[in-house]
């Protein structure tokens, strides 16, 4: 009987440490001509238990080296960045709509003072999608748009803004949490008057989201335009109980600020490895 007890009790603490989940590598490209670069990443990423985390293993974001960490803890709600060479963690964010890095206060919008009016959003579409990471997925089309208007000295700057995603989700993927993380969905515009509506008038689709490309353009009364692209793309992916360690932060590390402003606009810059040569192209996964 007691050597019964004491498998159960080992059985229970084997499960109670690692949750069903999945494991990906994928790859965000960021081209934006609103802040003049662009930017890729290759991570690798573990989600399970409401609990994600993405490690950069290639990138030429400023700032970010390989072997850095994108970790939540709550669901997506917020996050924090881990340096590896700085042994540091900071409270960050990432960007709603194209997937950028940014500080935790780096909202912009004590830099201006805009109104938001004539805000849309809707689900054009929802069809079959291409396989993805040798997953069926379905196609959903949303669509946002808003006019934001900045007094000046000149008058009124009045700016017409349109954001068009698709998203390829794999919805037999559905009860993986956050499933959306680190990837921005739904999305997040960073303004209540615009993301209150998408709240209220566009169902956001459930399961897993394995491939997604974003347009946002910026038209100004002028008739000028600027666009920025962002491509997120599962390239594998593993289900399966994930440790629950994976979510630690390591010992030795240290509170650290990740300042507004630490990560300047992209540009195009060479990719950042890790030391010693590249990954192979297809990460063997956990």
Same mark, same amino acid.
């Given at each position: 009987?007691?050597?019964?007890?004491?498998?159960?009790?080992?059985?229970?603490?084997?499960?109670?440490?690692?949750?069903?989940?999945?494991?990906?590598?994928?790859t965000?490209?960021?081209?934006?001509?609103?802040a003049?670069?662009a930017?890729s990443?290759?991570?690798?990423?573990?989600?399970?238990d409401g609990?994600?985390?993405?490690?950069?293993?290639?990138?030429?974001?400023p700032?970010?080296a390989?072997?850095?960490?994108? *970790?939540t803890?709550?669901g997506?709600?917020?996050?924090?960045?881990?340096? @590896? $060479?700085?042994?540091? =963690?900071? /409270?960050?964010? #990432?960007?709603?709509?194209?997937?950028?890095?940014?500080?935790a206060d780096?909202?912009?919008?004590?830099?201006?003072?805009?109104?938001?009016?004539?805000?849309?959003?809707e689900?054009v579409?929802?069809?079959?999608?291409?396989?993805?990471?040798?997953r069926?997925?379905?196609?959903?089309?949303?669509?946002?748009?808003?006019?934001?208007?900045?007094?000046?000295a000149?008058?009124?700057?009045?700016?017409?803004?349109?954001?068009?995603?698709?998203?390829?989700?794999?919805?037999?993927?559905e009860?993986?949490?956050?499933?959306?993380?680190?990837?921005? *969905?739904?999305?997040?515009?960073g303004?209540?008057?615009?993301d209150?509506? @998408? $709240?209220?008038?566009? =169902?956001? /689709?459930?399961? #897993?989201?394995?491939?997604?490309?974003?347009?946002?353009?910026?038209?100004?009364?002028?008739?000028q335009?600027?666009?920025?692209?962002?491509?997120?793309?599962?390239?594998e992916?593993?289900?399966?109980?994930?440790?629950?360690?994976?979510?630690?932060?390591?010992?030795?590390?240290?509170?650290?600020e990740?300042?507004?402003?630490?990560?300047?606009?992209?540009?195009?810059?060479?990719?950042?490895?890790?030391?010693?040569?590249?990954?192979?192209?297809?990460l063997?996964?956990p």
């Amino acid at each position: 009987m007691r050597r019964a007890v004491v498998a159960f009790c080992g059985a229970w603490l084997v499960a109670a440490s690692s949750h069903a989940g999945i494991t990906y590598t994928a790859t965000l490209e960021v081209d934006n001509q609103l802040a003049g670069g662009a930017d890729s990443s290759k991570v690798l990423v573990w989600i399970a238990d409401g609990k994600a985390k993405a490690e950069y293993v290639e990138t030429s974001i400023p700032g970010i080296a390989p072997g850095d960490v994108l *970790l939540t803890r709550d669901g997506g709600a917020s996050a924090s960045l881990l340096r @590896l $060479a700085e042994k540091t =963690v900071a /409270p960050c964010r #990432v960007d709603g709509v194209l997937g950028n890095l940014l500080s935790a206060d780096a909202d912009g919008r004590g830099l201006t003072r805009q109104a938001i009016a004539d805000v849309t959003a809707e689900l054009v579409a929802r069809t079959e999608g291409e396989y993805v990471a040798g997953r069926p997925t379905v196609r959903y089309i949303f669509r946002v748009s808003y006019l934001t208007t900045r007094p000046s000295a000149r008058g009124d700057m009045v700016r017409t803004t349109v954001i068009d995603q698709e998203v390829w989700v794999a919805e037999e993927l559905e009860g993986v949490t956050p499933g959306s993380w680190p990837l921005p *969905l739904p999305l997040r515009i960073g303004r209540p008057e615009v993301d209150e509506v @998408l $709240a209220r008038t566009v =169902v956001w /689709p459930k399961g #897993v989201p394995l491939k997604a490309i974003t347009t946002r353009t910026v038209t100004s009364s002028e008739g000028q335009e600027r666009v920025a692209h962002s491509r997120f793309e599962v390239l594998e992916l593993k289900v399966g109980d994930v440790p629950t360690e994976v979510f630690a932060v390591p010992e030795g590390f240290r509170e650290g600020e990740l300042r507004a402003g630490a990560f300047p606009g992209p540009g195009f810059r060479g990719k950042q490895r890790p030391p010693g040569g590249s990954r192979p192209e297809h990460l063997p996964l956990p």
